[in-house]
């Protein structure tokens, strides 16, 4: 594990001046460690939560794709997207529709909060994997 020790404000100044400098390489790997644990957490709970369509040869829970990680001013950020569409009775829906229907219901069809519930219970892991990224990095250069 990484040991960080201050002596005086100086030095904690420059320690947050170097994490701060970290390469977007770096954050981007952290970012990808995370959404690799949570897009499969997302898929097996809605599959726990009936969220699949038994009739559709293709499902949303298969077309789960990671975007690229996008650094920001703030930290930075991965979509989970739901690529692709289902045709059904002659109508196309996009599969992100179907994911979001199914997440908070509507009228007709009650909510289905797969992607709020994976990513709630699986909170401690998807950090966990971003935080190694980022405390290898700062091991082997600090």
Do not use: C
């Not at 100086?10 to 977007?24: S, V």
């Not at 794709?65 to 650094?71: G, Y």
């Not at 109508?91 to 529709?97: C, F, K, Q, Y």
Request: net charge negative; proline share 3%.
């Amino acid at each position: 594990m990484a040991r960080l020790e201050i002596d005086d404000f100086k030095d904690l100044d420059e320690a947050f001046k170097r994490i701060a400098e970290m390469p977007d390489a770096v954050k981007d790997k952290a970012l990808k460690a995370m959404a690799d644990v949570a897009a499969p957490e997302i898929k097996s709970t809605g599959e726990s939560m009936g969220v699949r369509d038994r009739e559709s040869s293709t499902h949303i829970l298969d077309s789960i794709k990671l975007s690229k990680p996008k650094t920001t001013a703030s930290g930075g950020y991965m979509d989970i997207n739901f690529s692709g569409n289902r045709t059904r009775n002659g109508i196309t829906t996009r599969n992100d529709e179907i994911a979001y229907v199914n997440e908070y219901g509507r009228n007709d069809q009650d909510a289905r909060p797969f992607i709020g519930t994976a990513m709630n219970k699986a909170a401690d892991k998807i950090a966990e994997a971003g935080a190694k990224v980022l405390w290898d990095y700062i091991e082997k250069n600090f």
